[in-house]
C-alpha cells in the first residue's frame, strides 16, 4: 500500500536558519504530493503541492520539488521565522486509493 | 463559509462509554474521513466515505463506526471508548477527482480523553 516516511524531529532552528525536512514515500501509479502545516490548536492547512513529477511546489517561503527517481518530495526554506513554528506533514493522494496518506509529521521551533 | 464544521471540541468519558462525533460540511465534498492524530504517529485514517450510502475502513476501524446517509454528515461512533482511543480526532472533506487532495478541507478537532 502507499506510504510516506518522514524525517523524524523535533527540529529547533534559530531565526533564519535553512530548513529541510526530508519525506519519501511508496506509491503506485502516480500520486500527487502535498506538505501540510497544523499550527497549535488547529487543524491542517494546505502548504504546498505538486502532481507530477519535476512540479515544484511553493508558498511562503517554502518549496519542494517532486524527484519521481528518488521518490522523494523535501520541504525546504531557506531562512526561517519565530511564526513557522508548527508540525509538517508530508502527504500523498493516490487516485486509486482515493485517500491521503499522511508522515509522521515533524514538528519544528524556530528560536529568536 | 462554515467550511468543515466538528463537535465537541473538548469531552472526557470513562471506559465502557459511547458517544458520537459529529462532523458536517457545507461545500457539497463528496468524500469524508476521520482521522486520529497520536504523537509520533502522524494522522491515521479511521474510515472514510465517498459519498452518501457509501463507507469504508480505513488503517484502524476497530472501535468505531459511521455511516453517511447525507452528503453534509458523516459522524463517527464509538461503540464502547477504551483509554487506547485517548486522541485528537479530525475530520476532513473533499471533492473528488485526482486533484481532490489540494482541496483537502479539515475541521478544528475533537480532544477526547478516555479515563
Known amino acids: 500500500g502507499d506510504s510516506v516516511t518522514q524525517m523524524e524531529g523535533p527540529v529547533t532552528l534559530s531565526e533564519e536558519a535553512f530548513l529541510t525536512i526530508n519525506c519519501t514515500y511508496t506509491?503506485?501509479?502516480?500520486?500527487?504530493l502535498f506538505w501540510y502545516v497544523q499550527y497549535p490548536g488547529e487543524g491542517l492547512q494546505l502548504l504546498l503541492k505538486?502532481?507530477?513529477?519535476?512540479d515544484k511546489g511553493s508558498n511562503k517561503g517554502f518549496e519542494a520539488t517532486y524527484r519521481k527517481e528518488t521518490t522523494s518530495f523535501h520541504l525546504e526554506k531557506g531562512s526561517v521565522q519565530v511564526s513557522d513554528s508548527a508540525v509538517y506533514f508530508c502527504a500523498l493522494y493516490s487516485g486509486s486509493a482515493r485517500q491521503l496518506t499522511f508522515g509522521s509529521g515533524t514538528q519544528l521551533t524556530v528560536l529568536p | 463559509n462554515a467550511g468543515v464544521t466538528q463537535t465537541p471540541k473538548f469531552q472526557v468519558l470513562k471506559t465502557g462509554q459511547s458517544m458520537t462525533l459529529q462532523c458536517a460540511q457545507d461545500?457539497?465534498?463528496?468524500?469524508m474521513s476521520w482521522y486520529r492524530q497520536d504523537p509520533g504517529m502522524g494522522l491515521r485514517l479511521i474510515h472514510y466515505?465517498?459519498?452518501?450510502?457509501?463507507?469504508d475502513q480505513g488503517e484502524v476501524p476497530n472501535g468505531y463506526n459511521v455511516s453517511r446517509s447525507t452528503t453534509e454528515d458523516f459522524p463517527l461512533r464509538l461503540l464502547s471508548a477504551a483509554p487506547s482511543q485517548t486522541s485528537v480526532y479530525f475530520c476532513?472533506?473533499?471533492?473528488?477527482?485526482?486533484?481532490?487532495?489540494?482541496?483537502?478541507?479539515f475541521g478544528s478537532g475533537t480532544q477526547l480523553s478516555v479515563l
Open positions: 506509491a503506485t501509479g502516480y500520486p500527487s
Open positions: 476532513a472533506s473533499f471533492p473528488a477527482g485526482r486533484q481532490g487532495g489540494e482541496k483537502l478541507f
Open positions: 466515505s465517498v459519498g452518501a450510502g457509501i463507507t
Open positions: 505538486a502532481t507530477k513529477a519535476d
Open positions: 461545500m457539497n465534498h463528496e468524500y
